[in-house]
């Protein structure tokens, strides 16, 4: 029997181990790098895709606007109110012109902020006057009014063009009626009211006695009086006491508007 030659073995052995190098080498993996790679990309994208940001839904909030009032001239000076509006409602009210110089900074540095939060409460120029700054509160007032009246107006007119002509006949508005100017022994008298649906909703004094004690009696009567017009729907109201002449002139001066008005 004859024995294989140990260099014979070694060259088998080399040859069987490159044989083997060489098959593994051409096969080709299962899965493709590049493929791999791509396919991890595309999740990357749709992140980035996720956090970009909805600039649509940034504003929901509707504006609110701003209206003016008239300025109204006072013994020291003009005071003009401008309020700020939303939904029907004020939201904010300043007054953009005020007395000023000497003794008037004080009174209306201690004036105007309660009247400013008295119109937001209220919602209305029914507001008290504020002691010691009669003149300031009297022009805050009616220059509140005038906005108020602005106010109105500008909302009548947006409904109206909006609501179309087959609503008409529901969009009766507030009228406005200022009775006559009653003379009194002390001053003038004149009252103006708001009439919507056949009753009172608002009754203000366009003017007053001023002067004086005379203007205490009309800060203390005044708001009284208009409560009581806009509570009685009549002019059937009770004088306030301490200021007979001024209620007596109120209710005469009430009656007119409501004769104008159609009772």
Same mark, same amino acid.
């Given at each position: 029997?004859?024995k294989s030659h140990p ?6 052995a080399?040859? &069987?181990?490159v044989? =083997?190098?060489?098959?593994l080498l051409s ?5 493709d790098?590049?493929a ?5 990309a595309?999740?990357q994208q ?7 940001p909805?600039g649509g839904?940034q ?5 609110? =606007?701003?209206v003016? =009032?008239?300025?109204a001239q006072?013994q020291y000076g003009?005071?003009q109110v401008?309020?700020?509006?939303a939904?029907g409602?004020i939201?904010k009210?300043?007054?953009?012109q005020a007395?000023? =110089?000497g003794?008037?900074?004080q009174k ?5 902020p309660k009247?400013?939060q008295?119109a937001v409460a209220a919602q209305?120029a029914?507001?008290d ?15 509140l ?5 602005k106010?109105?107006?500008?909302s009548?007119s947006s ?9 008409g006949?529901?969009?009766a508005q507030?009228?406005?009626v200022?009775g ?5 022994q002390?001053g003038?008298?004149?009252v103006?009211i708001t009439?919507?649906?056949?009753k009172?909703?608002k &009754? ?7 002067g004086?004690?005379?203007?205490q009696?009309?800060a203390?009567a005044?708001?009284?009086?208009n409560?009581e017009?806009?509570?009685a729907?009549?002019a059937n ?10 209620s007596?002139g ?6 007119s508007?409501?004769?104008q008005?159609g009772g």
């Amino acid at each position: 029997m004859r024995k294989s030659h140990p260099i014979r073995r070694v060259v088998l052995a080399t040859a &069987a181990t490159v044989s =083997g190098v060489v098959l593994l080498l051409s096969l080709k993996p299962a899965s493709d790098p590049a493929a791999a790679s791509a396919a991890g990309a595309a999740p990357q994208q749709t992140a980035a895709a996720q956090e970009a940001p909805q600039g649509g839904a940034q504003d929901a909030g509707a504006s609110a =606007g701003t209206v003016t =009032g008239d300025a109204a001239q006072t013994q020291y000076g003009a005071v003009q109110v401008r309020l700020t509006v939303a939904n029907g409602k004020i939201t904010k009210a300043e007054a953009v012109q005020a007395p000023k =110089g000497g003794l008037s900074d004080q009174k209306t540095a201690l004036a105007v902020p309660k009247l400013n939060q008295e119109a937001v409460a209220a919602q209305s120029a029914q507001i008290d006057a504020v002691s010691g700054a009669t003149y300031t509160s009297t022009g805050y007032k009616k220059s509140l009014q005038s906005a108020l009246d602005k106010m109105k107006a500008s909302s009548g007119s947006s409904s109206g063009s909006s609501s179309g002509s087959s609503s008409g006949s529901a969009q009766a508005q507030a009228r406005t009626v200022t009775g006559k100017a009653v003379q009194t022994q002390y001053g003038t008298v004149q009252v103006r009211i708001t009439v919507s649906d056949g009753k009172i909703t608002k &009754a203000d004094a366009v003017q007053a006695p001023k002067g004086g004690l005379s203007d205490q009696k009309t800060a203390l009567a005044v708001p009284k009086l208009n409560q009581e017009a806009v509570a009685a729907g009549t002019a059937n109201i009770d004088a306030v006491s301490g200021a007979t002449y001024t209620s007596t002139g109120y209710k005469q001066s009430l009656q007119s508007a409501l004769d104008q008005a159609g009772g």
